[in-house]
T-cell receptor, first 116, second 111 residues
Framework: KAGVTQTPRYLIKTRGQQVTLSCSPISGHRSVSWYQQTPGQGLQFLFEYFSETQRNKGNFPGRFSGRQFSNSRSEMNVSTLELGDSALYLC???????????????FGPGTRLTVT | DQQVKQNSPSLSVQEGRISILNCDYTNSMFDYFLWYKKYPAEGPTFLISISSIKDKNEDGRFTVFLNKSAKHLSLHIVPSQPGDSAVYFCAALSGTYKYIFGTGTRLKVLA
């Protein structure tokens, strides 16, 4: 089974620009979560999608948005980029549905975003 | 407000000895906990998990202990191997669908 894939792997943008990151989950997984990783901050939760619906959101400004498509692929968008948005953005998929049974998340390799 | 804390940013252990990584949490409503391992340039890899109805879970060389009264969990790796050198994150499930991660502990296993 193919793992979680993220594109692009590396990205350099300028302050004020916008960026779109893409994530393809493991086949059959309908839950996709996004995280921001910066040095010393661990993984900060951005949002989680299931069946094209955002079910939970972290404490990030509205410049960070996402969506999920009917095939469970997800995109994350950051508008009006700031220097502090430079980070590794990780996507994770899970078979966690609505049954309430706990499931682990499987992560992609991440997209390294550098804002100059 | 960091609800999941890993207070040791780094740890060095001799090969063959036990590695103990610690994690504290503040929210008594957390009921599922996980450990992940992360190598450079890769995403985190799931290691082991534990539900709050248990106090111990083992998988090969990895054992996770949960002390609910102290709001503390730990990951034991026995015996430690050089390939275990990585950053380890603990995570807690908050309500539904949201995992909260600690800041990570960098483990270095010395040959």
């Amino acid at each position: 089974k193919a793992g979680v894939t993220q594109t692009p792997r590396y990205l350099i943008k300028t302050r004020g620009q916008q960026v779109t990151l893409s994530c393809s989950p493991i086949s059959g997984h309908r839950s996709v979560s996004w995280y921001q990783q910066t040095p010393g901050q661990g993984l900060q939760f951005l949002f989680e999608y299931f069946s094209e619906t955002q079910r939970n959101k972290g404490n990030f400004p509205g410049r960070f948005s996402g969506r999920q498509f009917s095939n469970s692929r997800s995109e994350m968008n950051v508008s009006t980029l700031e220097l502090g948005d430079s980070a590794l953005y990780l996507c994770a998929s899970s078979s966690y549905g609505t049954s309430g049974v706990y499931h682990e998340q499987y992560f992609g390799p991440g997209t390294r975003l550098t804002v100059t | 407000d960091q609800q999941v804390k890993q207070n040791s940013p780094s740890l060095s252990v001799q090969e063959g000895r036990i590695s103990i990584l610690n994690c504290d949490y503040t929210n008594s409503m957390f009921d599922y906990f996980l450990w992940y391992k992360k190598y450079p340039a890769e995403g985190p890899t799931f290691l082991i998990s534990i539900s709050s109805i248990k106090d111990k879970n083992e998988d090969g060389r990895f054992t996770v202990f949960l002390n609910k009264s102290a709001k503390h969990l730990s990951l034991h790796i026995v015996p430690s191997q050089p390939g275990d050198s990585a950053v380890y994150f603990c995570a807690a499930l908050s309500g539904t669908y949201k995992y909260i991660f600690g800041t990570g502990t960098r483990l270095k296993v010395l040959a």
